[in-house]
């Protein structure tokens, strides 16, 4: 009989519902549970949802569902918890989802869940750690979205400056997602060409400031959206969705998540963004590029400051 891909959204809010509604607009996963603190809001979305199969690529089952539902999951996605108000950090989140996140996982692995965790939730590389020590699960099955909406936006952005499809253009962010994040410009390419090249050749065309401000238009981006709008759900939920795909279609696509880094990039025990290979075991592996001396520094104090961030957190839950 064949396999039926089930996945559950824990936190139907702005990023929860958008993630439900792009997947399904994908027709990435067989079953979709749908689970929040708020039952009125879950059972909500899951009716609307419903109500537009007959629009969707493929058939789907979807309900709002309990904890219970999670034993037989692929994959359990969490987009729970308070988001940032304006002026807030991700980092500012950190103890009131700690806490959220206690009670969220252990309620997943009583009801015997042993997929996949994907995690959205801010601030994402410390929440990813806490899933991992929370849940008991291998590190390759516990993951977080790390920078992949941030190498999106750079993807976009360098896209549009060299007006070339963003699908061809590969470059990434690492490190934290979060202020202390980085361009990896060692490695970014356009149509085949390394950026710095083309800046090089093509100086009354392009400049090193227009990289400059695009990376601040990147790093900042959240903070804008979410003062206009008071979130950002779209692009994370299609983010969400592509990871979901790479896990469920076995793609070892290199994406850029929070991995558990451990001996690479000079760093030990830590939940951080980097690029990986994604397929149906969950990160396969790391991968450790060879980063220039520059960011070797920027990544290293990204790494720092989480490891300085998460030091009480893990402390205070050790010691419970
Ligand atoms: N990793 C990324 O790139 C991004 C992460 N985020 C993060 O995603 C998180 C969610 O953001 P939004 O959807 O905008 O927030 P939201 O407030 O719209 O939704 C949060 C949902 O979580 C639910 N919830 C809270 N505690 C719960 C619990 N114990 N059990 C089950 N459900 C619970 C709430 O009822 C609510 O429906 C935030 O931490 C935000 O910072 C947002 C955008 C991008
Ligand atoms: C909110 C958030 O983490 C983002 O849009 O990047």
């Not at 949802?49 to 999670?70: E, M, Q, S, T, V």
């Not at 779209?234 to 983010?239: E, K, S």
Request: aromatic share 8%.
């Amino acid at each position: 009989m064949e396999h039926v891909n089930r996945v559950v959204v824990i936190g139907t809010g702005a990023v929860g519902s958008s993630y439900a509604f792009a997947l399904l607009n994908q027709g990435v996963a067989d079953e979709l549970v749908l689970v929040d603190l708020d039952k009125e809001k879950a059972e909500g979305d899951a009716m609307d949802l419903n109500h537009g199969l007959a629009f969707a690529p493929a058939n789907k089952n979807i309900w709002f569902g309990d904890y219970a539902d999670c034993q037989t999951a692929d994959i359990v996605v969490i987009t729970a918890g308070a988001n940032q108000k304006p002026g807030e950090t991700r980092l500012d989140l950190v103890d009131k989802n700690t806490k959220i996140f206690k009670g969220i996982v252990e309620e997943v692995m009583v009801s015997g869940f042993d997929g996949i965790f994907l995690v959205a939730t801010n601030p994402v590389d410390i929440l990813t750690y806490m899933t991992w020590e929370f849940s008991g699960l291998p590190v390759n099955r516990v993951i977080g979205s790390g920078t992949i909406l941030d190498t999106a936006r750079l993807r976009y952005q360098l896209g549009h400056y060299f007006d070339i499809d963003s699908r061809n253009v590969h470059a990434y962010i690492m490190g934290e997602h979060g202020d202390s994040e980085l361009p990896v410009w060692s490695h970014a390419t356009v149509a085949g060409s390394q950026v710095t090249n083309l800046i090089k050749k093509y100086p009354e065309r392009y400049n090193e400031e227009s990289l400059d401000e695009m990376f601040i238009q990147v790093r900042d981006a959240a903070y804008k959206i979410i003062a206009k709008k008071g979130a950002t759900h779209y692009g994370i939920a299609m983010g969400l969705v592509r990871l979901t795909k790479a896990i469920l279609h076995n793609e070892n696509a290199v994406l850029t998540v929070s991995g558990y880094v451990h001996q690479k990039y000079g760093q030990e025990d830590l939940y951080i963004g980097v690029p990986a290979v994604v397929n149906r075991s969950g990160v396969r592996e790391v991968i450790e590029l060879n980063l220039s001396e520059k960011e070797k520094e920027q990544f290293n104090h990204s790494a720092q400051l989480l490891k300085k961030t998460m030091a009480p957190v893990i402390a205070k839950y050790r010691d419970e």
